[in-house]
């Protein structure tokens, strides 16, 4: 079958007239100078076309119309074409493009079109007689691929316009095509030249650079061999020292680089207490790579770490043995150290965990002998034995407090101060430290800033955050704002409510205007060892111990992150209480006569202690050795109870969400919370919780009497 040697022309008609487009299309595509097949058939006279008139026919321009009745319709169907790779090679568009002879839409959609494609053939059509055609012919450029044609026109001329400008159209891409490929060829041509003259160029060159490249390589050889970063050497097969730096010799005692030449490694390595044999690890393995040793020098002893191989040198193929020896004993006695302080972390967590044990152990031992105390005949052997056993308990709790202190659950070395010196103290100390280009400034807005802290960690948190915020800027500068101000519940930013309420706390904010931080990281700013700072920098200790003191003062940290206009660090810190804890003067012959109180410990010997100690003084007491119980307890009759007396540290409910639960049945209930740690019972911020005292473990007959009298006596 013969190849299709048809060509084939897609013509885009654009025209506000729905007529006129089916116009176009039956000109184009249907409308022929032969006689139809139908006149063939039925009318005897139709002459039938001959053989060259069908080969001529078979070969005539075939046309494709799309229509679109609208610019809008216009512009989507080319660029349609475009992204398809079939483009339109003409352009039938109506001036117009509207019934009103005013509008001029279709010069605007030509020039667009010429816009997208500058090779397509547009005619523009008028059935007016005034058209401007300077205007069309200025902004439809280049003019000799644009036609005008008034409407009405004959079909013969439609379609011998569209023939010529087809061929026209085809005539140019397949010049364009060939003049691309010629200069492709040429291209290509003299490209191979160029580069055969580059490469020629370029041995020459190279013959010229190779000395001058070993030249300097052996130079960074020679210096990365000298420098002191690590112990470098090179020895022959048998151990003789070739080669040295300084760092080298000084690690083996010898004065001078040149004075360590012909001494033997292996010697060296046995002599300074390497452990295994250096020639037992090269023969076993071929070589030694990070190899931990520890060297003694005198007294002192250093940790290396060593990398040794054998390397064949030259063409004949003569081996060496190079070594590198990396001094970390530094970083190992911080490691060290590290592990030392979380030993001592472990070991404080485990003490304070066996101290709060034993308090309870030592308020069933102090309960009952204060008991069987109060029942023995003064001067009696009974009443002497008791008495002993109680000095001996209140020892024993005096312990505890020492052992809770040790483990950071009692009282750090705190007192009372004000934040403000503090604040200008340890800028002082922090302006030499500051880039130049960063700007420091201050807002001391509180009156009223006296909190319970010790002032060491309170300087330790101030040159961490401003530490952090002025290496934040030391590139770009910026302002570093420092603000001490009281807190109040409409702030954008408050501690959590189970802290206590937002007033009893003072702010103090560090906030710079670098670049923020990026907030892939900022969720782990508070890590320990996590750090975006180069190596040497920063060891990623520093929020995470600002965290940490923070917590230890019952305050909270928080971090207003803005990427781009950068952060904020606020520090909360609870107010030194202003609310002085009532002292009631309770007698110890004291007897209530009345009232039902609501004892709850997980322990129950300490339950029943306690019942015993409250009904001796005349209470009625229901005990509870579990806090979900003793909820439901209080919710069936929260009415018939006076009193409720708590633990702290209970499963599934502590004593403080114990108390909150209750206080929503009965806000006026009083509440005792027993502890046996002293950071959770600050009396202030007891009472926003809405717990009337607090009571020290292990409790005493006459502390829990105290307690009591402060809640129920009269007013």
């Given at each position: 079958m013969a190849a299709d040697r048809t060509q084939r022309f897609r013509v885009l008609a654009v025209d506000h007239d729905e007529s006129m487009l089916t116009l176009y299309r039956d000109i184009l595509c249907f409308e022929s100078e032969e006689p139809s097949a139908l006149e063939a058939l039925f009318n005897d006279d139709a002459r039938l076309p001959s053989r060259e008139e069908i080969d001529e026919d078979a070969t005539r321009p075939v046309f494709e119309v799309v229509q679109a009745p609208g610019a809008r319709g216009g512009l989507k169907a080319m660029d349609r074409a475009i992204a398809a790779g079939e483009p339109f090679a003409i352009a039938l568009v109506d001036i117009h493009l509207s019934d009103l002879g005013e509008e001029l839409k279709g010069i605007a959609l030509a020039e667009a079109l010429r816009a997208r494609d500058p090779h397509v053939e547009i005619v523009l059509l008028s059935a007016r007689h005034k058209v401007p055609l300077k205007e069309f012919n200025k902004?439809?450029?280049?003019?000799?691929?644009?036609?005008?044609?008034?409407?009405?026109?004959?079909s013969p001329e439609l379609k011998q316009i569209a023939l010529s400008l087809g061929s026209k159209w085809d005539a140019e891409n397949r010049l364009r095509d060939l003049n691309?490929?010629?200069?492709?060829?040429?291209?290509?041509?003299?490209?191979?030249?160029?580069?055969?003259?580059?490469?020629?160029?370029?041995?020459?060159?190279?013959?010229?650079?190779?000395?001058?490249?070993?030249?300097a390589s052996e130079q960074r050889y020679r210096l990365l061999f000298e420098q002191n970063i690590t112990g470098n050497f090179a020895a022959d097969p048998e151990g003789r020292i070739l080669d040295c730096n300084t760092a080298f010799a000084e690690m083996f005692d010898f004065r001078l680089p040149d004075d360590a030449l012909g001494a033997n490694i292996f010697d060296l390595w046995d002599r300074a207490g390497g452990g295994e044999s250096l020639r037992t690890l090269l023969a076993a393995n071929g070589r030694v790579s990070n190899q931990e040793v520890a060297f003694t020098r005198g007294v002192l002893k250093r940790h290396l770490m060593v990398s040794c191989d054998t390397v064949a040198e030259g063409d004949a193929?003569?081996?060496e043995l190079r070594g590198y020896l990396f001094d970390i004993s530094e970083p190992k006695r911080l490691e060290d150290q590290l592990r030392q302080s979380q030993k001592m972390e472990a070991l404080g967590t485990l003490a304070g965990g066996i101290a709060h044990d034993f308090n309870n152990i030592l308020g069933v031992i102090l309960g009952y002998a204060e008991i069987i105390e109060s029942g023995a005949e003064p001067d009696s052997g009974l009443a002497r034995r008791i008495g002993e056993i109680s000095r001996a308990g209140r020892r024993a709790r005096d312990l505890v407090t020492q052992i809770l202190n040790f483990s950071r659950q009692g009282p750090q070395e705190?007192?009372?101060?004000?934040?403000?010196?503090?604040v200008k103290e340890a800028l002082k100390l922090l302006r030499s430290s500051v880039p130049s280009n960063v700007a420091i400034y201050t807002r001391l807005q509180t009156g009223r800033d006296q909190v319970m802290a010790d002032p060491t960690q309170m300087h330790q948190i101030l040159l961490n955050l401003c530490g952090n915020a002025s290496q934040a800027m030391q590139d770009t500068g910026g302002t570093m704002t420092i603000t001490l101000a009281d807190v109040s519940p409409d702030d954008p930013v408050v501690p959590p409510e189970d802290l206590g309420k937002a007033e009893r706390f003072v702010r103090l904010t560090v906030a710079d205007n670098g670049p923020?931080?990026?907030?892939?990281?900022?969720?782990?700013?508070?890590?320990?060892?996590?750090?975006?700072?180069?190596?040497?920098?920063?060891?990623g200790m520093g929020l995470a111990m600002v965290h940490g003191i923070v917590k230890r003062h019952d305050g909270y940290l928080e971090l207003e992150n803005s990427p781009g206009r950068g952060a904020a660090f606020h520090v909360f810190l609870p107010r030194s209480s202003e609310l002085a804890r009532p002292e009631a003067d309770i007698p110890a012959d004291l007897v209530f006569r009345e009232g039902r109180i609501l004892f709850v410990d997980d322990e129950k010997p300490l339950t029943d202690i306690g019942r015993e100690m409250l009904e001796s003084i005349g209470f009625e007491v229901v005990t509870r050795t579990s806090s979900i119980e003793a909820l439901e307890a209080f919710k069936f009759k929260a009415?018939?109870?006076?009193?409720?007396?708590?633990?702290?540290?209970?499963?599934?409910?502590?004593?403080?969400?114990?108390?909150?639960?209750?206080?929503?049945?009965?806000?006026?209930?009083?509440?005792i919370l027993c502890t046996g740690f002293s950071d959770a019972v600050s009396y202030e911020r007891l009472r926003d919780v809405g717990i009337g005292d607090f009571i020290m473990k292990p409790i005493l007959k006459h502390d829990l009497m105290a307690s009591i009298g402060r809640l129920l006596s009269p007013r």
């Open positions: 902004r439809v450029q280049p003019p000799e691929k644009l036609l005008y044609i008034q409407k009405p026109f004959r691309e490929t010629l200069a492709s060829k040429v291209e290509a041509r003299t490209s191979e030249l160029n580069a055969a003259n580059r490469r020629l160029r370029l041995d020459i060159a190279k013959r010229a650079a190779v000395l001058r490249e070993l030249q193929g003569r081996a705190r007192h009372a101060m004000t934040l403000t010196p503090l923020g931080i990026d907030p892939d990281v900022a969720e782990r700013v508070f890590d320990p060892f996590f750090t975006t700072k180069k190596q040497g920098e920063g060891t009415n018939d109870f006076d009193l409720i007396i708590t633990d702290q540290s209970m499963p599934n409910m502590t004593g403080m969400e114990f108390a909150r639960e209750v206080l929503k049945i009965r806000p006026d209930i009083p509440i």
